[in-house]
């Protein structure tokens, strides 16, 4: 009986080893059989798109490069590219001489920053009874909206004329405050409207250096300002923000003013036409990027736009990582969205030339705001790291290298101060990029979240307030708001693709991999950004 059972124990895990061996076996077999006929074929289809994509994005890049390059060699300023004429006091007519201005300040429970943009606001130097400033208040915290009234009665006892409007519900969000706000009697008075989000902080000359464009050019619809962030040096994911910003103000709104003059109205810290604004169909609710639906409408009616770089106005960028994902989305997702919705009408459009319409729908859309996101995503954190399993898969080396050195080395050109940082920006926006390719399909599919509209929290002094100048204790944050699935998901399959490229590649991806893996993983536990204390 002994024995029996002794070589009972004996067979049982020989029987166990050998189950394991067949399972292993019918696996390395499926993927045998499978290799050759399907999984080579799809992934070098796979490979040729996305080589085809960054050859779009590289030509995109040196092109706006070039033409920066021969702006600043020939002084190309808006300054010498248009008509402008100081404005002067009229003897006669006094300050009626001046174009009327509203100045409009969307806001939803802006606690931390409501004062300092409406304290900017009516501090703008302009004849006293030629500007009206409009807060529009969609805050749903009846203390938070106490306290915007109260702020407004505090200038307005000053002499200065602010209007308080606020609305029974938030529909349209942004878009449909703007659009409330157009309609009151008193603007009807207004010719032009000069618009700053709550965290904007314009300087008093802004609206001397903006006007005069719009009163000497008839046929501009719209002055943007360039964004100057105060917090930039907050921690490393604003740092990291900053230069892809810079490189937007830069180069891409630079090269679009000068050579087609038409880009993306950034939503604020610009000043609008008001008869422009009108014949382009007023503000519409229909995308989460309302202000470049606008601009997109009013190009195609034939209205130029300028960019004047010089014009700096302070602002926040968010700190938060949730603030900030939610911020790509929206990003994200409206520009794809707006390509689906307007792309046919573009085409169709005849007050515009065929060059322009080209960059438009070619340049402005599809490289910058669909192929720009998709090539990151599916081509360095999907596709280049599957290759490790396939050796039959090459990716050249200009495409695997070259051509993302060239296009990272063009970005960081608008930030020359965080050059250092270059390896932590490619590592940070590779993880963004995961983000920006969900939303990109989102707008593009019109799926579920395709109107998501999450307002961009801003700190102002709030955290420096809480911490009270003392090293800041590590917050109690609950797990569940911490943990990000997706990242940890991305990571542990590149990580995964690390490992055996180690093991077994030849390319020696897996140093780039191992690197990546780990900023996934540091975004997967939220370990990105400012920690605000909540008490």
Known sequence: MDQISETSRTMIPGTFQVSQDDITGQVGLI????????????????????????????????????????VKLFGRKPEKMYK?????????????????????IPMYNEKEV??????????????????????LDDSTDPAIKTLVELECQRWASKGINVKYEIRDNRNGYKAGALKEGMKHSYVKQCDYVAIFDADFQPEPDFLWRTIPFLVSNPEIAL??????????????????????????????????????????????????????????????????????DLAVRASLKGWKFVYVGDLKVKNELPSTFKAYRYQQHRWSCGPANLFRKMAVEIIRNRKVSLWKKFYVIYSFFFVRKIVAHLVTFIFYCVVLPATVFVPEVEVPKWGAVYIPSIVTLLNAVGTPRSLHLLIFWILFENVMSLHRTKATFIGLLEAGRVNEWVVTEKL???????????????????????????????????????????????????IFLFLQSIAFFIAGVGYVGTFVPTS
């Not at 609950?478 to 690390?498: D, M, N, S, T």
């Open 460 to 510: 102002g002094d709030a955290l420096k307030t809480k911490l009270g100048g003392k090293a800041p204790r590590k917050p109690r944050i609950q797990i569940g708001e911490r943990i990000h699935l997706l990242e940890l998901a991305v990571g542990a399959y590149l990580f995964f693709c690390g490992c055996y490229d180690l093991a077994f590649g030849k390319n020696r991806y897996f």
């Open 31 to 70: 993927w045998q059989q499978t290799k050759a006929p399907l999984i080579v074929p799809v992934l070098k289809g796979m490979v040729v798109l996305c080589l085809a994509m960054s050859i779009m994005l590289f030509v995109e890049r040196v092109y706006m490069g070039i033409v920066i390059v021969f």
């Open 223 to 292: 002055v943007q300002a360039r964004w100057k962030f105060v917090n930039s040096d907050e921690c490393l994911m604003t740092r990291m923000q900053e230069m892809s910003l810079d490189y937007h103000f830069i180069v891409e709104q630079e090269v679009g003013s000068s050579t087609h003059a038409f880009f993306g109205f950034n939503g604020t810290a610009g000043v609008w036409r008001i008869s422009a604004l009108n014949e382009a169909g007023g503000w519409k609710d229909r995308t989460t990027v309302e202000d470049m």
């Open 84 to 104: 402008l004429e100081p404005m002067k006091d009229d003897v006669e007519l006094g300050y009626s001489a001046y174009p009327m201005v509203l100045v409009q």
């Open 114 to 135: 409501y004062q300092l943009s409406i304290g900017a606001a009516c501090g703008l130097s302009w004849p006293p009874d030629r500007i009206i400033i409009q807060v």
